[in-house]
C-alpha cells in the first residue's frame, strides 16, 4: 500500500541533537505510535528538505540512517516507505519517551522562570494548533 499521509516535523537548533537525526527520532515516532505503517510512503527528499528547512543531503543522511536501521525501504524511483519489520511503541515505551521528553520542557521551563500552569497552557496551546 503506497500512501503518503501528512507528518509534521520540527527541528531545534538548540536542542544540541544534528537535524538528521532530530528528522530520524521523529520519523521513529510516527512508526512507533502507528501513525506511520507498514508500507506508507515517507515525503521525498526534496519535499522533505524544503518542508524541515534543511539541505536535502540531510534528508538523504536521514532516510539512509532510518533504512540502515531497518524502519524504512528505499525503492529505486518511488522514494522512501516505511518497512514492514517496523514495530509499534508499547504504552510503557510510549510513556517512557513521553517522560524524557517532558523532563526537557520542564527544565527548560524552570530555567526560564514558567509556572507550571504557564507550561500545562502553552502544551495545550501547541496541541491545539497542529492541523489532524
Known amino acids: 500500500m503506497e500512501r503518503q499521509k501528512a507528518l ?3 527541528i531545534d537548533p ?17 512508526v512507533a505510535s502507528g501513525g506511520l505503517k507498514s508500507g506508507d510512503q515517507l515525503p521525498s527528499i526534496r519535499d ?8 536535502p543531503t540531510t534528508v538523504v543522511k536521514c ?17 522512501a516507505f516505511v518497512a514492514a519489520a517496523s514495530n509499534e ?10 517522560g524524557q521528553l517532558a523532563q526537557r520542557m520542564v527544565i527548560d521551563a524552570k530555567q526560564l522562570g514558567a509556572g507550571r500552569d504557564l507550561v500545562e497552557q502553552v502544551i495545550r496551546e501547541a496541541w491545539d494548533q497542529l492541523p489532524s
Open 14 to 30: 538548540r536542542s544540541g541533537l544534528p537535524v538528521y537525526r532530530q528528522l530520524m527520532d521523529q520519523i521513529k515516532y510516527y
Open 63 to 79: 532516510y539512509t540512517e532510518l533504512q540502515h536501521d531497518g524502519v524504512v525501504e528505499m525503492k529505486h524511483g518511488k522514494g
Open 89 to 98: 511503541l508499547s504504552d510503557a515505551e510510549r510513556r517512557k519517551i513521553l
Open 48 to 55: 522533505l528538505a524544503v518542508r524541515a528547512a534543511v539541505n
Open 8 to 10: 509534521h516535523f520540527q
